[in-house]
């Protein structure tokens, strides 16, 4: 008895030796395809995001409106993104039956409130603007969300992350370009756009490592839903059954731009595939000029540029910080995955 149990002990470490060493010689090649897959789940996210932007600036200029209809109203527009959003995560929640219980209503109602606004002033924005222009300056969340959180969550700021802003500001100033003929009254919007989403971005730093991400999604949802179909009340037409269509498209492409985002952040680095989410700039350059004809000027390729340079300089100074510095800062938590 004992021979035969030493018989199939040895045998049993046999079979493990083999099986670590299968496990070893298949991670290089699982672990390398990764990062190339956390790359086109990002492609993908920008490309889907920028169709969003496209949806509503059609939306908003009356196309698919048809003879008798009418341009729809940024706010109807952000309506029917939350409403169709919130349809399509219906049967995720039924199928995966997330907890919806939360005891930080106040916060989810906060970045909700940001969340819609900003999407609501973007969309607005888009409508009247180059989409390149309006998507660039989008692109300042980040930094506001960075300087808000200095008061807001008592987060220390070095040099570096200064030098970022300062990149981001001169460059939304050479977009905007104040107290010339070129200024538009409506980048004021886009500005507002971006200073929702900042706050936006500070309610989801206390939110983060403390909620799920699904109940996050569908309660962010939830709430926007709600709030967003109170503010179209007021503007509301009925919609064509083109712009029907359109806004279906619109909620649905979001969800499918947060769920790629999402595993783009699962499967990669955020240092490799976060500066990648910067690709949505030249997604909606070619939408703009496919559809619209639009080309973009000299100063905004220049302007872009240097919010880009800022954001990827934030991004880069986030990802060599010392991992000693608990809690992450409000722009990390944002690279690391912003839903």
């Known amino acids: 008895m004992a021979e035969r149990r030493r ?6 470490i046999a079979v493990s030796k083999r099986e670590t060493d299968v496990t070893a010689a298949a991670v290089p090649a699982t672990s390398g395809l990764r990062p190339l897959y956390g790359i ?10 920028a169709a969003t932007t496209l949806l509503a600036k059609a939306l908003g200029q009356g196309i698919g409106a048809g003879a008798k209809g009418e341009p729809l109203h940024a706010l109807q527009v952000s309506a029917g993104r939350f409403l169709f959003a919130w349809l399509a995560l219906v049967p995720v929640v039924a199928i995966a039956r997330p907890s919806l ?3 930080r209503m106040s916060a989810h109602i906060g970045r909700s409130l940001c969340g819609w606004a900003g999407v609501t002033c973007l969309f607005a924005a888009a409508a009247y603007m180059r989409l390149a222009d309006a998507t660039a300056i989008s692109f300042l969340s980040p930094i506001i969300a960075m300087v808000l959180a200095i008061p807001l969550l008592s987060e220390r700021v070095g040099p570096w992350r200064w030098a970022a802003a300062v990149f981001a500001v001169v460059g939304a100033m050479i977009l905007i370009r104040p107290g ?3 200024f538009q009254p409506i980048v004021l919007v886009a500005l507002a756009s971006a200073l929702f989403l900042g706050f936006e971005a500070v309610v989801i730093k206390f939110l983060a490592g403390r909620e799920p ?5 569908f309660i962010n949802n939830s709430i926007g839903m709600a709030i967003a179909l109170c503010a179209a009340s ?5 919609p064509t059954v083109s712009q029907w269509l359109m806004l279906a498209a619109l909620g649905a492409l979001m969800v499918c731009a947060q769920t790629t985002f999402i595993q783009a952040m699962k499967s990669g680095d955020a240092s490799l595939v976060m500066p990648i989410f910067y ?3 030249i997604f909606a350059t070619v939408y703009d000029f496919a559809i619209f004809g639009a080309v973009p000027p000299a100063t905004s390729f220049i302007g872009a540029g240097l919010i880009i340079t800022g954001a990827l300089l934030l991004a880069w100074r986030e990802s060599i910080r010392p991992q000693r510095r608990q ?3 409000c722009s990390e938590e944002i690279a690391r995955g912003r839903l």
């Not at 991400?213 to 999604?217: A, G, H």
């Open 180 to 182: 010339t003929e070129a």
């Open 279 to 281: 690709a949505t700039l």
């Open 327 to 329: 809690p992450r800062s």
């Open 40 to 49: 086109v789940m990002m492609v993908l996210s920008c490309a889907l995001i």
């Open 234 to 238: 007021f503007v509301w037409v009925m």
């Open 101 to 103: 219980r939360t005891d």
């Open 7 to 12: 018989y199939l002990e040895g045998a049993e």
């Open 213 to 217: 991400p699904l109940r996050i999604l």
